[in-house]
């Protein structure tokens, strides 16, 4: 099911089709940031792409990352996935997103963040805002979100899940409020 799309890109719930893409993805090291050591995925991938769709269906941001492929609409290749993210360690929900290696640099991270960021806000309203953590050193990403309108809120030192220790995290959210006033 599709949730979003732009003029490039159809932002749609996981099919177990998507599998091979999301292996090629943890190959080129474009996932490894979203789950850590990867080597692995060919063993444990379709059955994360089964579990997510059931995290989708139950849809709640609180429980899990809620993960959607993002799909070329021109080529129809999955290119990427984009969603959302409980922090426990902090109470926030923030975005979450990965396009593979040879899809950077066209613009796709920042039209994916932006759609699902809009969708996020008009699907749960009640919702006030949304993070993202990257790390201080990760010039890309930190670029994407804020040609995305997300603003930087502060930079301190954070051990995401995946990190081995301490490192210098930018800590940037999009308001709600931001959003209703755009429209």
Known sequence: M??????????????????????????????????????????WMAKWIGESKEITERDNPYEEYLAYAIVDKITKDV????????????????????????????????????????YFFEHYPNINRMIATIRQDNIISNSVIRSADYELEMTKMYKDINDEEEAMYNFYVYDNKKFVEEK
């Not at 997103?97 to 699902?116: P, W």
């Open 2 to 43: 599709k949730i979003c799309e732009t003029d490039r890109i159809i932002i749609r719930e996981f099919t177990q089709d998507d599998t091979k893409a999301f292996i090629d993805m943890t190959a080129d090291g474009s996932l490894w940031e979203l789950f850590g050591d990867c080597s692995e995925a060919a063993g």
């Open 79 to 118: 290119i990427g996935s984009v969603g959302c993210s409980v922090y426990e360690d902090i109470h926030e929900i923030g975005i979450a997103y990965c396009i593979g290696s040879k899809y950077r640099g066209k613009g796709f991270a920042k039209e994916a963040v932006s759609a699902y960021t809009k």
